[in-house]
C-alpha cells in the first residue's frame, strides 16, 4: 500500500487502543530556539535557521543529551530570537530565558558547562509554564492534523509555543509542559485549555497523561498506575524513591505519596503487536506494553 492511501498513524494507535501512559520521550535537558517559517522534515538543517547552526546543535545536543527544539509563534515580530533552556529533572527543575541577536549567537553559549550544572545560571529564570505543542507535520502529517488546531486552542497563552517534532507522532495532538517534563497526547482543541489550566494550578489531567521526561518508561508505567489507582492528580502528589531492573524485563519501582504513604510497584515489560508507529515508517515496530501491580507498604 502507498504511503498516502495508509490509514494515518494516530487513527491507528486510537483505534488499536494503544495506551497513553510511558510513552514519553526521556530527557531531562532542553534547548529551544526560536526559528520562525517552514520546518523541514529534519528542522534543524531544513529551516531558515543557517545550516551550519544547525548542524552544530545537532551535533552538541547529541553529544550532551540535550534535546534540541525549534519553536515559533506566528504573531511575534521579527528581530531578536528568544532562546529557552531547562532541565527537568525528578527533583530538581528550571528553565532560563535569553534573547539572541542572531540565531548563530546560540554557538557562543557554553553549552557544556550549562548543561554539566543543570543550566542553572543560563539565564532569566522562568516563573510560569511553558507550553510546547509540537505542529512539526513535515516530520509526521498527524502532528500538523491535530497539533496546529491544539495550538490554536492554546495561542491566547504568551507562554505557549510551537515546537518540532517531541517525539510520539501517533499520540496528536501532543502537548509538553516545562518545568516538569510532563507529556500530554490525544488532546483535542476542546480538551487543551483544561490540560493546560490543570498543569498551572499544579494538576496532571491523568486522561491525557503519557508521562514525565525525567523518568524511564517502567517509571512512567508503575507512576501512572499509581496516580490512577489512588485518583493522585497532584504535580507532586508522588516522589521517586527507588528502582530497580530485574531479570525477565521486570522492575520495581519505589514511591513516596501523600502523608508519609509508601508504594512498592512490580512492572513487567512486554511487547504489543506490531504497527507502523509512524506515518512514514516503511517497517512495522512493536511499541511496550506493561503489567503493573501495586502495594502499599506503609
Known sequence: MRTADRPICSSVSLASGEPLHATASRFRRWLLLEQPGPWGHDALVDSGLPIEVGRALRDTGDRLGIRVLLIKRRE????????????????????????????????????????????????????????????????????????APLFRALEHLPSAWECTHIGGDRFAGNLMCLPHGLYFGRVSPAEAPRVAAGYAQGRIVLQHYRGRSAFSPPVQAAEQEVRVRLGLEGVDDLVLTGHRALPGRRHVVDFAGPGGTRYSVDVRVFDLPPRRLTCKAHREGAPRGFEVAVQRVA
Request: positive net charge; hydrophobic residues 30%; charged residues 30%.
Open 76 to 147: 511575534r515580530p521579527a528581530g531578536r530570537r528568544r532562546c529557552y533552556l531547562g532541565y527537568t529533572g525528578a527533583r530538581e527543575r528550571r528553565v532560563c530565558w535569553i534573547d539572541l541577536d542572531d540565531p548563530a549567537d546560540v554557538l557562543s553559549l557554553d553549552l557544556d558547562a550549562l548543561s554539566a550544572r543543570r543550566f542553572r545560571g543560563a539565564g532569566t529564570e522562568v516563573d510560569e509554564p511553558l507550553f510546547l505543542v509540537c505542529t512539526h507535520g513535515k516530520h509526521d502529517q498527524c502532528c500538523a492534523r491535530h497539533g
